[in-house]
């Protein structure tokens, strides 16, 4: 039960960071419908989907790093100063996924409408560029806390699910792997990417 | 004791969106002053009450939905996949409260008055309708949470009071009933919805 | 020990909520000297001091409710359903803070600058009215649920320290009764208020 | 194990205060880019490097304070008045952050971008000196902290490492010299400030 303390306050503090950039998400989706306040509800619904969306994607997003972390802590039970480092990392990437959602909404909604048509294209481009770079740079944090944290059981408990441990070592080799097709695709066009449409079922 | 600690942070990470969630409501409040700081703040005042009052019923419903989850979630004591997936969906209902509150807030104050007369009317309507969806949605979530989680007692603890469990039951056969027709009901009109009266009182 | 459970999910959750509405206060800073971005650095802050003054009297306000949340929960160990709703209240008043505050500082910062001058005087002292309403508000809900509490020790402790008890039964019978007159000098006048000056002291 | 839990509430607020301010960074971000939307997203990424680079150096720089708070308060069991006011001081500074980077970085992508040169010098070295007085601040503060709770090991464990205390000891008197020499050097120019170079590497 001693062994269980270390990580409490990682938790903690890690829950609270992706409960705020969770919540935060709606603001933009706030935002987005108060600017363009002059036109009626129905027509702001059917103008600014794309943010509508990029919220419900982001949202799983966190929600889903939440439960990687969530299953990741209940094996690890010690903490050091390397881990703590690479969990702020993580909570790096938790925080800023709100800025790329905020910039593919707004420019996925310029493009859907036809509103500069010329820019669009490229800074819907980018925009979807950035979301990709986010996840990859959330997959390759996330693997190499666990690495680090599973390496010679280091900071798992003694008593640890072995089979747990290796079920999570062969998805986390694919992961990154898959984010990093997934980037490199969206450099090509932001429509080749898979992941804007497997990023849901990964749950 | 060993059997309670599996939800502590599920209750952590959800304590944190409910909390974010209820205090964010306050920003529409401080931005829908500060949009028309041209005029004396007493006008302001009677100008916008329907935003102060969609703050009041919107943190009340938030101030529900938490006090609903503190009373499962003395009786949940173990926690799987799904029940993870099903709780995230609830967090996504409290973290969109305040985007329909806003929209409510808006129109209303628009309508009451007399802004756009000719849109406001569809607009409210609009506003209401998906401010009473979220609440059939939350209702919906929490019953398909509490009917699998004590299905056959799956998560419950083992000396659990089955008269507490019954009388959720019981409740929670009435309530997405009611929220459904409140939904239907403002369909034909903003002001047939018995949702807007009965909110405060469900408590 | 199994006592002291009942209260750990309601601390959690107003801990949250008096987080988020204590940092949500320099949004108010920053959105006030955004506003205001054309002018240089230095004359911002001469402009907006009273920005600054607010900001810092109610992190005191916030910080000072939370003090008192801290030391009345250390007492109180069971919770019921009017414990919970008196709580909720409780943090309807401390998500409400930045609201009079941002009033208080933009109504204060016109007046310093001699803007509006015939309005001013009537919407600096209307803020100063709500700023202080909120005060006496939280004064008497802290009454209600400490008398809640107390009452033939329902949920406090069995090895409570009565005498502490009793030192908070001194200071509750004197705190609502200075928060009434202030808030009625403050009718008369918001230079009257006593609230203004001694807030900070009252730690 | 009943001596632990003195601060755990003093440890859940500040991580609720922590989490928060570190989420809060991201909106200059996305508010920077919001208000020049006019632009493309690259020719906006190029011209607001500094909002970004702000951003990363304070999400470090709160980083570091909870990593400091964390390894403090493994040691710190025991709470009292005057350490609960001197936290709340420390969460103030916390709190405060999100401002002067906002201020950093609007000011130095103006400087940046040749906007406002006559002006700007002034203003992008005000910003840096607050920026620089909000670290000094929390310097004195966490030393003033931790010399109170370890005076005659006053509220220390009573197995406590003194090893560990004495580790600290030796940083903490580094500690606010370098940040009032660092302080001291902005006065002359905002370039001189050992600071903005070393805060990434002090972690």
């Known amino acids: 039960m001693d ?3 270390e990580t409490s306050r990682v938790e903690a503090f890690s829950d609270g960071v992706f409960a705020i950039a969770i919540t935060l998400l709606i603001l933009d989706v706030t935002s987005a419908f108060s600017d363009a ?3 009626e509800l129905f027509g702001l619904l059917q103008q600014q989907w794309t943010v509508l969306l990029a919220f419900l994607l982001s949202f799983a997003t966190i929600g889903i790093m939440w439960l990687n972390h969530h299953r990741l802590f209940t094996l690890i039970v010690r903490a050091d100063h390397t881990l703590l480092v690479l969990n702020i990392l993580l909570l790096l990437a938790a ?3 709100p ?12 493009m859907v409408n036809g509103v ?16 990709n770079g986010v ?3 959330v997959a390759v944090v996330y693997n190499f806390l666990w690495r680090y944290a599973t390496h010679k059981r280091r900071l798992l408990s003694r008593d640890v ?9 062969r998805q986390y080799l694919l992961g990154p792997l ?5 980037f490199a695709l969206t450099f090509l066009s932001p429509w080749l990417s898979p992941d804007t449409y497997t990023q849901v079922l990964a749950c």
Chains 1, 2, 3, 4 share one sequence.
Do not use: C, H, Q
């Open 135 to 137: 996840f990859l740079f």
């Open 116 to 131: 500069d048509v010329k820019n669009n294209g490229a800074n819907f481009w980018l925009a979807t560029i950035l979301y």
């Open 3 to 5: 062994e269980k303390k």
């Open 99 to 110: 800025f790329p959602t905020a910039l593919l909404g707004r420019y996925g909604a310029d």
């Open 178 to 182: 898959f984010y990093a097709i997934a």
């Open 95 to 97: 925080t800023v996924v």
């Open 161 to 169: 699910d072995m089979e747990a441990v290796r079920r999570i070592n």
């Open 37 to 39: 306040s002059k036109l």
